[in-house]
């Protein structure tokens, strides 16, 4: 009989073990699926330059998302601005600040090479507006011109949430 009352024990025991072991299991995946959940240092998004040869891929990833996510941006924009000379408004310059995205923006270009002088400033765009037919704060000489786009994701107090970096091109014709 005491060999029953000992299989029994036994037995409780085993089974307090095998929960003791499903709890301790189950605490781990939920440690580890939070980690994987927050961004370490490792897995920060950092901002992507667009330029010609990756802007369908970009593009492809932002057609894709369903929301964008507080202080990041779907850009909207012609890559290749024409101005028939230095001082006048572009004929194909276009930024639009979709209605899709969470912030108002402002932006400003650079000569890629010389990124401490911007050659034009935007006013803010607000979201579901767009920006034609700009006119360079700084006259260009006639060629093409390598440049970056810096857009400034502001809030409520136009203060900057974010920015985005863009390559693209811009042509002064006469």
């Given at each position: 009989?005491?060999?029953?009352?000992?299989?029994?024990?036994?037995?409780?025991?085993?089974?307090?073990?095998?929960?003791?072991?499903?709890?301790?299991?189950?605490?781990?995946?939920?440690?580890?699926?939070?980690?994987?959940?927050?961004?370490?240092?490792?897995?920060?998004?950092?901002?992507?330059?667009?330029?010609?040869?990756?802007?369908?891929e970009i593009a492809g990833e932002m057609i894709s998302q369903e929301y964008v996510e507080p202080g990041y941006y779907s850009a909207s924009m012609t890559t290749t601005w024409h101005f028939e000379?230095?001082?006048?408004?572009?004929?194909?310059?276009?930024?639009?600040?979709?209605?899709?995205?969470?912030?108002?923006?402002?932006?400003?270009?650079?000569?890629?090479?010389?990124?401490?002088e911007p050659i034009y400033q935007s006013p803010v765009i607000p979201r579901g507006s767009e920006l034609d037919e700009v006119i360079l704060d700084k006259s260009l000489d006639v060629?093409?011109?390598?440049?970056?786009?810096?857009?400034?994701?502001?809030n409520e107090n136009q203060e900057t949430v974010s920015t985005l970096r863009v390559a693209f091109t811009i042509v002064i014709e006469n």
């Amino acid at each position: 009989m005491s060999e029953k009352r000992l299989g029994k024990k036994g037995m409780v025991f085993i089974a307090i073990g095998m929960v003791v072991i499903i709890l301790l299991l189950g605490i781990i995946a939920a440690l580890l699926l939070k980690r994987q959940g927050s961004d370490s240092p490792e897995e920060v998004k950092r901002n992507v330059v667009v330029n010609q040869s990756n802007a369908e891929e970009i593009a492809g990833e932002m057609i894709s998302q369903e929301y964008v996510e507080p202080g990041y941006y779907s850009a909207s924009m012609t890559t290749t601005w024409h101005f028939e000379t230095g001082d006048a408004a572009s004929r194909d310059a276009y930024v639009a600040n979709v209605a899709e995205n969470t912030n108002d923006i402002y932006f400003d270009v650079f000569l890629a090479e010389q990124e401490d002088e911007p050659i034009y400033q935007s006013p803010v765009i607000p979201r579901g507006s767009e920006l034609d037919e700009v006119i360079l704060d700084k006259s260009l000489d006639v060629g093409s011109h390598d440049c970056i786009m810096i857009y400034h994701l502001i809030n409520e107090n136009q203060e900057t949430v974010s920015t985005l970096r863009v390559a693209f091109t811009i042509v002064i014709e006469n």
